[in-house]
């Protein structure tokens, strides 16, 4: 028995099934993504003054993702309108294309990660704290017995607050150099990881969620651009309509990013 | 609703998305980059016009 509405539309709804269950799944999306933002005002509504961080991420990344997703929706766009008018070699294009823009804009979001867990905030004995990236430690370094060096580049501060404001004067004015650490001057360390403070856990959270999602979609276009394409032979609409719910999610998640750049990037 | 009404909403949202970043760049009192978003949003404006003229024959729903 054959299923209905693979290919056109049921009369009812006015959708083929792929569309329906597509636009379904999206909803819960905006449920999963909606419960986190309304999370994330939460608490920078409810972070005291001079708590939430400012300017602990890098725009100028965050602006060439936003450049890359923006380029990703209209080469998805354009993969299957070449569908629509019949040019198998275009849709190929446009999505080889998609999918290398996807995997360099992970490529840089791995980068930004890597750099928030090689970033340190020490807090020495003398009550100041040492802020910077991880350069090296010396072989015996071990922070429980106090033995050893560590190096970071970056600065030292008095207050605590002075690192939570990256676009204040005093923070551009700040000389970073190469800090050679006692492990017994160190009263105590931790790296810009999610378990940091409210703000690095919201941020891995939801950059993270959003960056599984870019990996979804790129295997699904994968799949589609490579294995699945034999479909456009046996049933050229069928594939069509494929292209254009992957095309949806993609959008979706593009959509996410438009919310969640502004959001992180520029508070 | 069709890819080419989401991505009509998708290309508003960026346009929007440009002009405010603009905003926060003047704010910031970072011309260039103001300058730049500004730039942006117009560019994305023409790109919006040029990609209903092209998916003319594709419809909404």
Known sequence: MEIPYTVHKRADTGLYNAKLGIWLFLASEVMLFGGLFSAYILLRVGAGEGTWPHGWLDVRLGTINTILLALSAITTLLAWAALKVKEFGKFKFFHACTMLLALTFLGIKSYEYYDKFHHYEIQLNNGTIADGHFVEQSADFDLAKKTGTFTIHGHIVERHAELMDMRSDEAKKAKHEEHVIAAADIKHMENYSPRHNTFTAIYFTMSGLHALHILGGTLVIFYLWGPGSRMWKTDPERFTNRIEVSGLFWHFVDLVWVFLFPVLYLT | ?61
């Open chain 2, 1 to 61: 609703m069709s890819l080419k009404a989401f991505h009509l909403i998708f290309v508003t949202l960026l346009t929007a998305l440009c002009f405010g970043c603009a905003a926060w760049a003047f704010n910031a009192g970072s011309t260039e980059w103001g300058v730049a978003g500004i730039a942006a949003g117009i560019l994305v404006i023409l790109y919006g016009i040029y990609f209903l003229k092209k998916l003319k024959r594709i419809s909404y729903l």
